[in-house]
């Protein structure tokens, strides 16, 4: 029996502990390190709520304490209760009651007013805007006016204020960068908005906050913030096109050493592009600069130079690349892209083409 009893909580905190520690072994997301403007706004006023909620529960309980020892002792001395106290009964539930609840209810309204404003100023800034669309399982990415357009990672410079312009190709899905920002959602067929600005350069780990399907718990994607200069050498070049592959060698007559370790390599990558093209990979990819031009699967012009594939799913490496291409259905079951039968030679090339889209 009291084995039985003690089991249970510990069983309890057991899992507890289990529960939590899933969630701290993911890349850092919390809401509670916020180092972007939007996350900072939203931290300050759940603060002032927190804590004037505290305050307030922690009075309201030790007055009733108190009551309660005072009567028991008046009880006890056998004095009678209450004696002239009438007016200063009114004063008291006049302020506790009315008073002091108003003066907290409109601060926080004043608060989130200012929090609105933080976090969506709508049409006064005039930002940076980046679209982001959200599709069943994964994030497009595109800047407009740069004609840059990548999946899964949205780059940012410090400093400034970019506005996110979301839609949705299918479902309703939902942006959310605890670090930097609240949750905004994607809506089919409507813009919705959201603002990013942080003076931190890093990498903050974003999510999918509404429930859109199978793989909904993988559809995830990085923040990158970079300082201005490092930010626009990237825009330049995610502007390139994509990599040709250089051994084509197209009677150039100077090549002296044939068959280096080097030149084996791109007319692999050569005949890795013979493959992509003449595969079903084309009705789905884009890689800008060639005739793939499919918008069905992420944009795949600068693939090697991303840090994760499959939404934050997998570290971008060979290995990984390999794994996903030939079945990644068995690594992200119910998402759009079928595996291929290609295989051997045709499967190397065709990898060592991708791992070249820097
Ligand atoms: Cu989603």
């Known amino acids: 029996m009291t084995g039985r009893r003690t089991s249970l909580p510990v069983i309890a905190a057991a899992a507890g502990a289990v529960l939590l520690g899933g969630c701290a072994a993911a890349e850092e ?61 009114i004063l008291f539930v006049a302020l506790a009651g009315a008073v002091i609840p ?38 497009e990415v595109e800047y407009p006016e740069h004609g840059v357009v990548t999946a899964n990672e949205i780059h940012i410079p410090t400093g400034e204020r970019v506005r996110l ?10 942006v959310w960068v605890p670090e930097l920002s609240g949750k905004t959602d994607m809506v089919p ?18 999510q999918c906050a509404e429930y859109c399907g199978m793989q909904h718990a993988l559809m995830r994607f990085i923040v990158v913030v970079h300082e201005p200069a490092e930010f626009e050498g990237w825009l330049a070049a995610q502007g390139q096109p994509g990599a040709e592959p250089a051994a084509v060698p197209s009677g150039e007559p100077d090549v002296s050493t044939q068959d280096t370790p080097a030149e084996q390599d791109s007319e692999l990558v050569a005949r890795g592009r013979e493959v992509f093209m003449s595969s079903s990979c084309v009705y789905c990819h884009a890689i ?8 069905e699967g992420p944009d795949l012009t600068h693939l090697a130079s991303r840090d994760t594939l499959a939404a934050g799913t997998l570290p971008n490496n060979p290995g990984n690349l390999a794994a996903w291409v030939v079945d990644p259905q068995a690594i992200k079951p119910g998402n759009e892209m079928p595996g291929t039968d290609l295989a051997g030679d045709e499967l190397q090339a065709l990898l060592a083409y991708l791992e070249s889209l820097e």
């Open 29 to 89: 997301q919390s809401p509670l390190n916020p180092v972007g403007r939007s996350a900072e706004a939203i931290d300050v006023h759940w603060q002032t709520m927190l804590w004037t909620g505290t305050a307030v529960w922690v009075i309201v309980v030790a007055m009733m304490v108190a009551t309660l020892v005072r009567r028991r002792r008046k009880d006890g001395t056998g004095e009678s209760r209450g004696e002239g106290g009438g007016g200063r009964a």
């Open 189 to 206: 067929g409507r813009a919705t908005s959201m603002w990013l600005e942080t003076d931190e350069p890093g990498t903050y780990w974003g």
């Open 102 to 139: 108003a003066v907290i209810i409109v601060g926080i309204t004043v608060q989130s007013v200012w929090v609105l404003q933080e976090t969506d100023p709508g049409q006064e800034v005039d930002g940076r805007t980046i679209t982001v669309t959200g599709h069943q399982y994964w994030w």
């Open 288 to 295: 800008s600069g060639t005739e793939a031009q499919g918008r």
């Open 165 to 174: 312009e979301l839609t949705s190709d299918d479902v309703v899905h939902s």
